[in-house]
Structures are given as C-alpha cells and as structure tokens.
C-alpha cells in the first residue's frame, strides 16, 4: 500500500512541528526561531572534555 510521503520526505522541525522545504531551512529556521534551545543543547554538550583537554586514543 502507498500512502502519500510527500510531507514525510520534508525535514520538520521536532520542536514546534513545522515542515521545509529542505534541511537548510530547517537549519535556519531552528538558528533563529530555537536560538535559545540550540545554544543551550551545544552547551550541555560542552560538558565532556575541554577543548584543551587533549585525548590520545
Ligand atoms: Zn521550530
């Protein structure tokens, strides 16, 4: 059975459940409508070693 995946195909915004039309608008739209949420998740990331911290593996 094929179902229309039109709306799927597009990227959408798991914040506020908005479609683009392609992944750069998305990224966009997330820069400027979910600044706030997107700095705060990179800064919770910033938790693991510190950039001067170097890790020989
Ligand atoms: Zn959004």
Request: charged fraction near 30%.
């Amino acid at each position: 059975m094929v179902l229309s995946m039109v709306d799927q195909h597009k990227p959408k915004c798991y914040l506020c459940n908005e479609t683009f039309e392609d992944i750069e608008e998305l990224r966009k739209h997330q820069d400027i409508t979910h600044k706030e949420f997107i700095e705060y998740h990179k800064n919770s990331h910033e938790h693991s070693p510190a950039p001067g911290d170097v890790t020989v593996f």
